[in-house]
C-alpha cells in the first residue's frame, strides 16, 4: 500500500522553526522533515514509521514547506523555477511514488490551488482519495469530491453520510513517546492552562473568548496561551483622539451650535474600538505555544482548561482531551455527551455546564491541589492504555485496506 499524505503546517510555527533554526534550509528534505515533526511533536509525528511498519510505503508533500520540497526537487533533479514551482515540485514527487491513496489532510487549501485536480490529471492510474474534517471548511460539498471522509467528530460523521457522502470516525489520540521528549521532571504548578485561539470574528471563538475574559477576570491562576488581536500604537492612539475630540465637542456644544460639534458629540459616530475586549485581559495573554514548546508548558500545569468548537457538535473529540490527559493535567473540559463513554466524570476528568460551573469547579481544583493530581494521573492512565496514537493507526490502516479491497 502506497499513501500519499498531502499536508500543511501552522505558517506561523512553520515560521518560527527555521527563524530560530537558521542553518535548517541547508538540510537535507529528510533531515527537516525529521527536525520539523519532532519539533511539531504530536500523535502525528508517528503515523510515519507506525504505517511503515505495517508494510506500508508513505510519502509527503507539505505546499508551505518550500525548504523541504525545494531541497527534495534538487536531490530528485528536478528542476522548475516557474512561478507556483512548490505545487509543480509536488505534482512531480507524487506522480513519480505512484501512489495508492491519496490521504489529504488539509482539504480546502489543495481544493483551492487546484493541486487535487492537477495531480489526477498527471498520474496514470486514479488513486483512492482520502481526506480529514475537523475544522469548519464552509460547503461539505467538497467532501463529496473524495472516497473516504475521516472526522473525529461523530456529529460531523453522521453530516456527511446523511448527505450520501463516505465517511468514517477516526478519534483523536496521544502517543506515550512524547513523554519522553518532553522535559522530565517537571513540578505542576497549581495553576490552570488554556492553549488555543481568541479569534472573536466567529460567534463560537467569541462565546469561548468571552468565558475565558470572565474566568481570568474570577479567577488569578488562570493563564492563557493563544493569538489575540493586539492594536497597533497607531489604531490605539487615532481612537483615543477620536474619544478626547468627542467628549470636547459634548462641552463645546453647550456653548457654540455647530453641526460638526453636534456630529462628533454623540459617541454613536465614533468607530468600533480597536480594543475588542479589555486592555488588562488583552495584556494577560501570553504569547501562542506550538508543539513541543507547547506540550512542554502544558506539563507544567495542574490543571488543563478545553473549550469545543461547536462546529464539532455535542461530541468530545478534540486534540487537547488527549494531549491534557496524556501528561497527567487535571482536564477541565466542557460537557459533551459522549465524554462518558471515554473518561469517568469527576475520577478521570472534570467536566462544566455553564460558564458559573467552569469558575465553580475551577476554584474547587484549585483549592485542592491533591484532588486534581489524582484525577490527572487517573486520566492519563485511561489515555494510555485506550488512546494511544497506535490503536489509532490501527484503526485508519483498517480504513484503508477496505477502501483497496
Not at 141 to 165: C, G, P, R, Y
Not at 274 to 282: D, L, V, Y
Request: proline share 3%.
Amino acid at each position: 500500500m502506497k499513501i500519499a499524505f498531502l499536508s500543511s503546517i501552522y505558517p506561523p510555527h512553520a515560521e518560527k522553526i527555521y527563524r530560530e533554526n537558521p542553518h535548517l534550509k541547508n538540510k537535507s528534505s529528510d533531515e527537516q522533515m525529521h527536525f520539523i515533526r519532532w519539533h511539531a511533536l504530536s500523535a502525528y509525528s508517528r503515523w510515519m514509521p507506525l504505517l511503515q511498519s505495517k508494510g506500508c510505503e508513505v510519502i509527503q508533500f507539505h505546499y508551505n514547506l518550500e525548504n523541504v520540497e525545494r531541497a527534495w526537487a534538487q536531490e530528485n533533479h528536478f528542476h522548475s523555477d516557474l512561478e507556483g514551482s512548490i505545487l509543480k515540485i509536488g505534482l512531480e514527487k507524487i506522480k513519480r511514488f505512484k501512489p495508492d491513496i491519496i490521504f489529504c489532510t488539509s482539504p480546502l487549501s489543495y481544493i483551492n490551488n487546484h493541486f487535487i485536480d492537477n495531480l489526477l490529471d498527471v498520474l496514470e492510474t486514479n488513486p483512492k482519495l482520502i481526506t480529514w474534517y475537523g475544522a469548519n471548511c464552509g460547503d461539505e460539498k467538497i467532501f463529496a469530491k473524495f472516497d473516504l471522509t475521516l472526522s473525529n467528530s461523530k456529529h460531523l460523521v453522521d453530516k456527511l453520510v446523511s448527505q450520501d457522502i463516505s465517511a468514517e470516525l477516526l478519534q483523536h489520540s496521544f502517543d506515550p513517546i512524547i513523554l519522553e521528549k518532553i522535559d522530565e521532571g517537571t513540578k505542576k504548578k497549581n495553576r490552570i492552562a488554556f492553549f488555543g485561539s481568541l479569534d472573536t470574528k466567529t460567534e463560537d471563538f467569541r462565546e469561548r473568548t468571552e468565558l475565558l475574559h470572565q474566568i481570568s477576570t474570577d479567577i488569578s491562576k488562570f493563564d492563557i496561551f493563544g493569538d489575540c488581536h493586539i492594536p497597533t500604537f497607531s489604531e490605539s492612539a487615532k481612537f483615543c483622539l477620536l474619544t478626547q475630540r468627542s467628549s470636547f465637542a459634548r462641552t463645546f456644544s453647550k456653548i457654540i451650535s455647530h453641526s460638526k460639534l453636534e456630529y462628533w458629540s454623540d459617541i454613536n459616530n465614533l468607530p468600533a474600538s480597536p480594543w475588542i475586549h479589555s486592555k488588562g485581559f488583552i495584556k494577560s495573554i501570553k504569547r501562542p505555544l506550538f508543539g513541543k514548546e507547547m506540550l512542554n508548558e502544558l506539563n507544567s500545569y495542574q490543571i488543563a482548561f478545553n473549550y469545543h468548537n461547536k462546529h464539532t457538535g455535542d461530541n468530545a473529540c478534540n486534540m487537547r482531551i488527549f494531549e491534557a490527559t496524556g501528561l497527567a493535567c487535571c482536564l477541565l473540559t466542557d460537557y459533551k455527551s459522549n465524554v462518558h463513554s471515554m473518561f469517568e466524570e469527576d475520577k478521570e476528568v472534570i467536566t462544566y455546564n455553564t460558564n458559573q460551573e467552569a469558575i465553580s469547579k475551577a476554584n474547587q481544583l484549585l483549592q485542592n491541589p491533591n484532588i486534581a493530581k489524582e484525577i490527572g494521573l487517573a486520566g492519563q492512565k485511561k489515555t494510555i492504555s485506550k488512546f494511544t496514537t497506535e490503536k489509532q493507526i490501527n484503526h485508519l490502516y483498517f480504513h484503508l485496506s477496505n477502501l483497496l479491497n
